[in-house]
Antibody, heavy 121, light 108 residues
Framework: QVQLVESGGGLVKPGGSLRLSCAAS????????MSWIRQAPGKGLEWVSY????????YYADSVKGRFTISRDNAKNSLYLQMNSLRAEDTAVYYC??????????????WGQGTLVTVSS | EIVLTQSPATLSLSPGERATLSCRAS??????LAWYQQKPGQAPRLLIY???NRATGIPARFSGSGSGTDFTLTISSLEPEDFAVYYC??????????FGPGTKVDIK
């Protein structure tokens, strides 16, 4: 079955960097658009970034544009999020998520368990 | 940005009762709206997409309706496992996907 496993979260100081990874299995990774979505502690959900199946098309939320970089390695069935210039407001659980179908839908059917990023001095 | 507003913030009901949750968009999203369920410590689960289509494996007691700016998620008869937080999400303003603030359904 579809499995998404995030890793790479942790405690980082403001201004620091972190790279998140998401290992995918149970489906043909290279066929699907993928996203990163985050949730601050006790808060709602915020879409962060979206990458096409080939990696050629990428979108970012305004709140992270210029600081975060999404990428993927289809040979390794992996999704990444490079986060630079981190701020306290980036503190959240970061989920990777897969679209509901192979054509880009903007609906997220499969989610990982999330990885916690804490930005604090 | 399309802002989604959900009401009520909290809904206190008993098992077996009907739950009606509302989501309102700041501008029309056509039928491009989804509903998710999230339990404490878990990732969200897609319930409904395109306003009224149940996702794979979702029980028939969950139904969605609406179009334009007003949407409803109905749980016909609450099961103990349905007490959770529910979020709506729009994909109309591609790719500026936004979520509502959530409605918590708790046990009365």
């Amino acid at each position: 079955q579809v499995q998404l496993v995030e890793s790479g979260g942790g405690l980082v100081k403001p201004g620091g960097s972190l790279r998140l990874s998401c290992a995918a299995s149970g489906f043909t990774f290279s066929d699907y658009y993928m996203s990163w979505i985050r949730q601050a502690p006790g808060k709602g959900l915020e879409w962060v970034s979206y990458i096409s199946s080939s990696g050629s098309t990428i979108y970012y939320a305004d709140s992270v544009k210029g600081r975060f970089t999404i990428s993927r390695d289809n040979a390794k069935n992996s999704l990444y999020l490079q986060m630079n210039s981190l701020r306290a407001e980036d503190t959240a659980v970061y989920y990777c998520a897969r679209d509901i179908e192979m054509i880009p839908s903007g609906y997220f059917q499969h989610w990982g368990q999330g990885t916690l990023v804490t930005v604090s001095s | 940005e399309i802002v989604l507003t959900q009401s009520p913030a909290t809904l206190s009901l008993s098992p077996g009762e009907r739950a009606t949750l509302s989501c309102r968009a700041s501008q029309s999203v056509s039928s491009y709206l989804a509903w998710y369920q999230q339990k404490p410590g878990q990732a969200p689960r897609l319930l409904i997409y395109d306003a009224s289509n149940r996702a794979t494996g979702i029980p028939a007691r969950f139904s969605g309706s609406g179009s334009g700016t007003d949407f409803t998620l109905t749980i016909s008869s609450l099961e103990p496992e349905d007490f959770a937080v529910y979020y709506c999400q729009q994909r109309s303003n591609w790719p500026r996907f936004t979520f509502g603030p959530g409605t918590k359904v708790d046990i009365k």
